[in-house]
């Protein structure tokens, strides 16, 4: 499966983005998909990930109530909807994909870098 991000950007605080992920490949086989950022320094965390078939949201805490996700099924097509952004938002966004059978292994996106300013 490939995963093409966008929609990142410069944006004020309190502002709002949508990232877009979109896949294409090997679609049958995705068993869940989400969101991962990193920031300058640190390690790649979990934003929020959606079961295939499923619109319950596993979030992480820093971004609950602000971030949803969101899917075209149709265009094979998820969305990462940012309110509220500030300072500690500021990181590259990857898309991610968890592939069930018959490959059982996951794909990434190149990342999209978000940049909250002051």
């Known amino acids: 499966v490939h995963l093409v991000e966008s929609g990142g950007g410069l944006v004020q605080a309190g502002g709002s983005l949508r990232l877009s992920c979109a896949a294409s490949g090997s679609t049958f086989s995705v068993v869940r998909m989400g969101w991962y950022r990193q920031a300058p320094g640190k390690q790649r965390e979990l934003v929020a990930t959606q079961i295939r078939g499923s619109s319950s949201t596993h979030a992480a805490d820093s971004v609950k109530g602000r971030f949803t996700i969101s899917r075209d099924d149709a265009t094979n097509t998820m969305y990462l909807h940012m309110n509220s952004l500030n300072s500690e938002d500021t990181a590259m966004y990857y898309c991610?994909?968890?592939?069930?059978?018959?490959?059982?292994?996951?794909?990434w996106g190149q990342g999209t870098q978000v940049t909250v300013t002051s």
């Open positions: 991610y994909a968890q592939l069930g059978s018959p490959f059982w292994s996951e794909s």
